[in-house]
């Protein structure tokens, strides 16, 4: 046997044993390696085909120029291997084959499953799944969807053997992760539960917030099976205050009773619930689901106008709620996610009774002091009517509106609630401009600032702002409220203040309400820059700056109002913020009527203040001082002066500076085309630039480029 026999004898003992391992691997019963032998063989059919395709040239030029001579009889041992790999490759490309009508049936049957699940059958739906698997082993989507199924029939075991299947599919599917949280949570294996938990964390780090709540449930869950662990050895022990609980449970199960009966023995279990012992003997034996389910009970919550005795029970079930909740997370997860319990805690705080209004509240606010509460309550109450009931509060006295206006803050803070405030404003905007459309004279005023403070904060976001200003009626309400305060501002400062900052917000949405509101909103401000309030100021000064370009009429109006001097002076004594506001409200006035540049060119000696302002680090000053002095530079004489000043360089800085507004650049620029051809001859000398022709064309050109771009200019 020559040398290229002897190679490629090798060659294909190679090849025998690698297809042998792969034959083996593809009848293996792990799904894994299964998928990694069929992905194997396909290419290694493609290296065949192109073997084949070089083998065939070779066998070509062998015939003709260089093999020698060829004896006409094949061994045995070569038809052996061909007949072999045209086997393998048969086998191979029938099961790709048969792997592709498989992945059709298997979704199919995904599919069905997914319906039975939805429908609440969760054994066809496992049946179905389990049908996809025997078609395609390695699909790890029918593993979790299976795990799901079996722990809605709370079969944990098999959940988990199914999510390590998935997790053999992929080591990176979080679905499976959250499955063997979930389930280890429920066999009570808290560590298991918290290292699958963090493991989605480490795959995806974007999932914090879900992570963070999944390992809140399972310290709360692993406190509450040591509180009821605890309160077993009690009531073993023979202690009084357990066995009282528990037979006052008894007593109070007995149906049709008089309500009075039900309401002293409440009260008496109210009494006796000190600890967190007795609070979790209440829920092991059923307490929740003793009282909300007896049907006399049910009756004396349901009736609209209540008696002595049935006013007695609702007080007392609040009461009770309170004392048995009251620290015990668990607890106040038991009351709240049952439906018909969330439903009642919002309907009961719009009540007519007086005191069953009171603990409602109370309750409510128990529950907000935790993160975990004010998630249960934005989870599973009715927020709609939850807000309504809120809002009406502002009827009744300081006390008990402040209270309730500082639940309604606790809850708006929360992400949740933002959420769910965009998702479903339309049903809430009707609440919200009643509160607007009070006379603030007979609502509590603090109350009152809380809840039109909750506006503005939601009004920042631009969804939000976006449905307020297409509700006319909101924007009528902002106004009405305004007008009513202003007849007294001292008295209402707060209010008027409040207002302004949420008008500020909704003036960030263009178009606005209408013109003929921002010209209303405009004059309502004007009239308040008369103000000795600097709060007040400030704020009327940010509406001004944000509804006067929508209208010429609005800028006549404030130039008339002496809108110019006003502003000057705020340049002049304001803080950063206010200044911020006084010179774009200038650089308006100055970029729309020549009397306005006149006379800020009068009051503003030498332009220093605008000057001054040119080396701010607030980039929106700057930007609106340089479009301000352009503007200025039209009065005549005006640039010719500055021409003595170290104005050229800086403008020149400036609109040469790599700033991220580009506002800045454009306005320097403007700015700069303006005065250097105010005075042409002094071009060369003064400013540092090319000769005469040159100038004449660049700052010609600037300025027609950048006039377009004038109106663009940000605060």
């Known amino acids: 046997m020559d040398a290229d026999q002897e190679k490629d004898l090798q060659k294909f003992l190679k090849n025998v044993d690698e297809i042998t391992n792969l034959i083996q691997e593809m009848n293996s019963d792990d799904p894994v390696v299964q998928q990694k032998a069929v992905l194997e063989t396909e290419k290694r059919l493609l290296l065949v085909e192109e073997d084949q395709e070089e083998d065939d040239c070779r066998t070509t030029l062998n015939k003709t120029m260089i093999s020698p001579p060829q004896t006409t ?114 066999l009570k294996n808290y560590s298991v539960s918290r290292e699958c938990y963090k493991k989605i964390l480490e795959i995806n780090p974007k999932l914090q917030t879900q992570v963070k709540d999944y390992l809140n449930q399972v310290d709360l869950q692993e406190k509450a099976d040591h509180q009821e662990k605890e309160a077993h050895k009690l009531l073993d022990s023979g202690k009084n205050t357990a066995v009282t609980t528990k037979n006052l449970l008894e007593t109070l199960s007995k149906p049709d009773q008089i309500p009075l009966f039900y309401a002293g023995g409440i009260e008496i279990l109210t009494e006796i619930i000190k600890e967190c012992t007795e609070q979790t003997l209440f829920r092991i034996h059923n307490g929740f689901s003793i009282i909300s389910d007896n049907e006399v009970i049910r009756r004396c919550f349901s009736t609209a106008g209540k008696d002595a005795a049935e006013e007695t029970v609702c007080v007392s079930v609040l009461k009770l709620w309170q004392t048995v909740c009251s620290g015990n997370e668990e607890n106040q997860r038991v009351l709240v996610m049952d439906r018909d319990r969330g439903r009642l805690l919002a309907a009961l705080l719009s009540s007519r009774v007086l005191a069953i209004r009171q603990q409602s509240l109370a309750l409510l606010l128990q529950l907000a002091q935790t993160e975990s509460g004010r998630s249960l309550i934005i989870s599973h109450l009715d927020l709609t009517r939850l807000l309504e009931a809120l809002v009406s509060f502002l009827d009744f006295s300081d006390k008990e509106a402040d209270t309730a206006m500082g639940l309604f803050t606790d809850l708006a803070l929360e992400e949740r609630l933002q959420v769910w405030y965009q998702a479903n404003l339309p049903g809430v905007l009707p609440a919200l401009t009643g509160v607007l459309k009070r006379d603030p004279k007979v609502s509590s005023s603090s109350a009152l600032c809380q809840c039109i403070a909750i506006m503005g904060n939601l009004s920042a976001e631009p969804a939000t702002r976006r449905h307020m200003t297409a509700c ?85 109006e404030a130039l008339r109002a002496g809108v110019i001097k006003k502003m000057i002076k705020f340049l002049k004594t304001g803080g950063e913020t206010a200044s911020r506001y006084a010179v774009k409200i200038l650089a308006i006035c100055t970029n729309s009527y020549h009397e306005a540049r006149e006379e800020v060119v009068r009051l503003d000696n030498k332009l220093s203040i605008m000057m001054k302002l040119l080396s701010s680090e607030d980039e929106v000053l700057v930007g609106n001082a340089a479009l301000c002095l352009g503007n200025c530079m039209e009065v005549p004489n005006v640039a010719s002066s500055l021409l003595k000043t170290d104005l050229v360089q800086v403008l020149l800085r400036l609109a040469g500076s790599d700033t991220q507004k580009t506002a800045v650049q454009v306005n320097a620029g403007i700015a700069l085309g303006k005065l250097c051809t105010a005075e042409p001859r002094n071009t060369p000398t003064s400013c540092s630039l090319p000769q005469p022709k040159q100038v004449e064309k660049w700052p010609a050109r600037v300025t027609r480029s950048c006039r377009r771009k004038q109106s663009e200019a940000k605060t």
């Open 73 to 186: 009889m094949q061994s045995t041992e070569e038809i052996d291997s061909e007949a072999f790999l045209a086997s393998v490759e048969k086998d191979a490309k029938e099961r790709a084959k048969r792997r592709r009508e498989n992945k059709v049936l298997a979704d199919a049957l995904k599919e069905k499953g997914n319906e039975a699940f939805a429908k609440g059958d969760y054994e066809t739906a496992i049946l179905r799944y389990s049908e996809g698997l025997e078609k395609l082993k390695d699909m790890k989507v029918l593993y979790t969807n299976r795990a799901q199924a079996y722990m809605k029939l709370e079969d944990y075991e098999k959940a988990l053997v199914d999510c390590e299947w998935a997790l053999k599919c992929d080591e990176k599917c979080t679905k499976a992760y959250f499955h063997m949280g979930k389930a280890n949570l429920a």
């Open 472 to 556: 006319e009626e909101f924007g009528d309400g902002c106004l009405s409220l305004m007008a009513r305060c202003e007849e007294d501002v001292d008295l209402f400062r707060e209010v008027i203040y409040t207002l302004l900052g949420l008008l500020m917000n909704l003036c960030l949405q263009a178009p606005f309400v209408s013109e003929v509101w921002a010209v209303e909103v405009s004059r309502r401000c004007l009239s308040l820059l008369n103000s000795q309030d600097g709060g007040i100021l400030t704020r009327a000064a940010g509406v001004l700056s944000r509804t006067l370009s929508s209208s010429l009429k609005i800028v006549e």
